[in-house]
């Protein structure tokens, strides 16, 4: 072989083995767990609700066919004393789910609870984005709906925040909030 033989087919190597370890990076699958939770007797800080094109191009996490987004058993959460801690200082936990999802920047996770209503609207609904680029960040965007005296009233958490894995985050809002850990699989 060669000498310009040689190098050229020593850069493909490394070229090769440099992309396979991004991609292996950009697919690490983490273990997302979310508490929702609302005072019991706080007013309402009415925002846009969710629309019924809320989980457009995402990925439902309870009927999802793909198996890198999963739900995890409830026997594995990691915040089942954080979410017991705040029912007992009178926060009322509207959800508490845990799933595996990669971090993928075109990757939403669409969470929900309770029962869907005629207009496709749940009692507490959400979308999850992990991305990470230099540091793991977090995209959410969670609903909690109310039917006052027959009107539909949603609360919108919306936040960007970047994650420290296997910490617990707190993100908050007028009248609700959110704690999510991030774990590596």
């Not at 992309?19 to 997302?32: K, N, T």
């Not at 919108?156 to 999510?180: A, P, S």
Request: net charge neutral; no cysteine.
């Amino acid at each position: 072989m060669n000498h310009p033989l040689r190098i050229f087919t020593l850069l493909l190597i490394l070229a090769l083995g440099w992309a396979g370890l991004a991609q292996a990076q950009s697919e690490q699958i983490y273990q997302v767990e979310v508490v929702v939770f609302s005072q019991a007797s706080g007013q309402l800080a009415a925002g846009q609700g969710p629309g019924s094109d809320w989980a457009e191009r995402a990925v439902l996490l309870d009927s999802t066919a793909r198996s890198d987004v999963r739900n995890i058993d409830q026997t594995r959460y990691r915040l089942g004393t954080e979410a017991r801690r705040l029912n007992d200082q009178g926060y009322r936990v509207r959800l508490h789910k845990a799933w595996e999802q990669p971090a993928d920047d075109s990757l939403r996770v669409a969470v929900t609870s309770g029962t869907e209503n005629a207009q496709g609207i749940y009692p507490v609904q959400g979308l999850v984005r992990l991305s990470q680029e230099r540091a793991l960040e977090a995209d959410v965007s969670f609903w909690l709906n109310h039917n006052v005296q027959g009107q539909a009233v949603s609360e919108h958490l919306r936040q960007n925040r970047r994650l420290r894995v296997d910490e617990v985050h707190y993100l908050d809002h007028q009248g609700m909030g959110m704690l999510i850990r991030v774990s590596r699989l």
